[in-house]
Nanobody
Framework: VQLQASGGGLVQTGGSLRLSCATS????????MGWLRQTPGDEREFVAA?????????YYADSVKGRFTISSDNAKNMVYLQMNSLKPEDTAVYYC????????????????????WGQGTLVTVSS
């Protein structure tokens, strides 16, 4: 299973970016996929996640609610993160991650529960 993240770049405060995550070699329809981010010296933190089992559900960190939207195109095996109203504190390396099994009570905000990770894409928001 491979995850390939792309779409990062340099943007001014208030701008937008859309990150993409291409998946191959496996399916996560019974699991969950997420975006997490990391800045130097810090641990990876949860940003957003999406799951499909039992109906589509999305989850967001409080810091990005109302600004970021996670979505998927299952026909293309893609997951996206639309980021609007970007702030300097959103600057980080963004990783897409996936777990093949979701269960009730899955702690989607815990990086350690994700089985697969993409290589990361850098987002820099200038002030």
């Amino acid at each position: 299973v491979q995850l390939q993240a792309s779409g990062g770049g340099l943007v001014q405060t208030g701008g937008s970016l859309r990150l993409s995550c291409a998946t191959s070699g496996g399916t996560f329809s019974g699991g969950i996929m997420g975006w997490l981010r990391q800045t130097p010296g810090d641990e990876r933190e949860f940003v957003a996640a999406i799951r499909w089992s039992g109906g589509i559900a999305t989850y967001y960190a409080d810091s990005v609610k109302g600004r970021f939207t996670i979505s998927s195109d299952n026909a293309k095996n893609m997951v996206y993160l639309q980021m609007n109203s970007l702030k300097p504190e959103d600057t980080a390396v963004y990783y897409c991650a996936a777990a093949q099994t979701y269960w009730l009570g899955f702690a989607y905000y815990e990086p350690r529960l994700y089985d697969y990770w993409g290589q990361g894409t850098l987002v820099t928001v200038s002030s």
